[in-house]
């Protein structure tokens, strides 16, 4: 069955890094996110993208995040100078359609220094 | 407002027995709701959805219920086998178009002994 795969599975930063977390999503799906679930707490929605745009973004997604798909596979989340309060897991997800259910991938550890 | 709440953290059901995961929204216009499976490491596997136009939806062992005037929706999963013991996360489907989001609840620990 395809999956949603996200490189890397843990990165550590130093606090002010740049840090670029790497998906491929599902290679027939249109529709890509972002999610974060910081320790003890609920996975929340940062982003989602379609036709090479941002169609939604959340509070967390401030000016420091931004989102590419750089070619016609990959799907990137960059954090420009991260945060302590960065530190989280990070789920890509993709779909084909509304009608369709979100597949996730494993994650990407974030913990920052 | 819009809040999707699992208010029991955790759950413990012998093997075999029904398990019943509840979940609580506070949105009426929410109308999809999907259940999420986690492993430990893993990323949420899908398991099931239902819209506001049923009321049910059964997936083999597992069948979800929505009551829309309570704004309440269930999941249960018959016979529990000790591979279900995982956290379990309710999710309601927000937005429009393609441009959905998911907002999810705080999951609920479940596990399945023999």
């Known amino acids: 069955e395809p999956e949603v795969t996200q490189t890397p599975s843990h990165q550590v930063t130093q606090m002010g890094q740049e840090v670029i977390l790497r998906c491929v999503p599902i290679s027939n799906h249109l529709y890509f996110y972002w999610y974060r679930q910081i320790l003890g707490q609920k996975v929340e929605f940062l982003v989602s993208?379609?036709?090479?745009?941002?169609?939604?973004k959340s509070e967390i997604f401030d000016d420091q995040f931004s989102v590419e798909r750089p070619d016609g596979s990959n799907f990137t989340l960059k954090i420009r100078s991260t945060k302590l309060e960065d530190s989280a897991m990070y789920f890509c997800a993709s779909t084909t359609d509304s009608n369709q259910p979100q597949h996730f991938g494993d994650g990407t550890r974030l913990s920052i220094l | 407002d819009q809040q999707v709440k699992q208010n029991s953290p955790s759950l413990s059901v012998q093997e075999g027995r029904i398990s019943i995961l509840n979940c609580d929204y506070t949105n009426s216009m929410f109308d999809y709701f999907l259940w999420y499976k986690k492993y430990p490491a893993e990323g949420p596997t899908f398991l099931i959805s239902?819209?506001?136009?049923?009321d049910k939806n059964e997936d083999g062992r597992f069948t979800v219920f929505l009551n829309k005037s309570a704004k309440h929706l269930s999941l249960h999963i018959v016979p529990s086998q000790p591979g279900d013991s995982a956290v379990y996360f309710c999710a309601a489907k927000v937005g429009s178009g393609g441009y959905n989001k998911l907002i999810f609840g705080a999951g609920t620990r479940l596990a399945v002994h023999p």
């Open positions: 993208f379609y036709n090479n745009e941002i169609s939604e």
């Open positions: 239902i819209s506001s136009i049923k």
